[in-house]
Nanobody
Framework: QVHLVESGGGSVQAGGSLRLSCAAS?????MGWFRQRPGEEREGVIY???????YHADPVRGRFTASRDSAQNTLSLQMTALKPEDTAVYYC???????????????????WGQGTQVTVSS
């Protein structure tokens, strides 16, 4: 497993922007951002594969984007036009198996960051 360190997050008003960053201690195959609201299951936000593919969940499409630097083993998440329903704890996730087919299934990710709170007020 790789070690993931997240930074960024915080509180912002609706319509504002935030940027999250994730640094991995080694090479990864699948990397992504997931979020979890209290009492709800963890859901995918964005994930990337080692070939440069980038996949957005429908609720964030057009508002969030990610940037991956494979040489630096980092993944950032730029969030714009934030809504109160984006309030959640955001987690960076990764796995190292290069043969894996990356997906929204959070159970396939073997490494997780500590989580960072994003709060959007109306």
């Amino acid at each position: 497993q790789v070690h993931l360190v997240e930074s960024g997050g915080g509180s912002v008003q609706a319509g504002g922007s935030l940027r999250l960053s994730c640094a991995a201690s080694g090479r990864t195959s699948c990397m992504g951002w997931f979020r979890q609201r209290p009492g709800e299951e963890r859901e995918g936000v964005i994930y990337t594969d080692s070939r440069g593919g980038l996949y957005h969940a429908d609720p964030v499409r057009g508002r969030f984007t990610a940037s991956r630097d494979s040489a630096q083993n980092t993944l950032s998440l730029q969030m714009t036009a934030l809504k109160p329903e984006d309030t959640a704890v955001y987690y960076c996730a990764a796995q190292e198996d290069r043969a894996a087919i990356c997906s929204w299934n959070f159970k396939q990710y073997t490494s997780w960051g500590q989580g960072t709170q994003v709060t959007v007020s109306s």
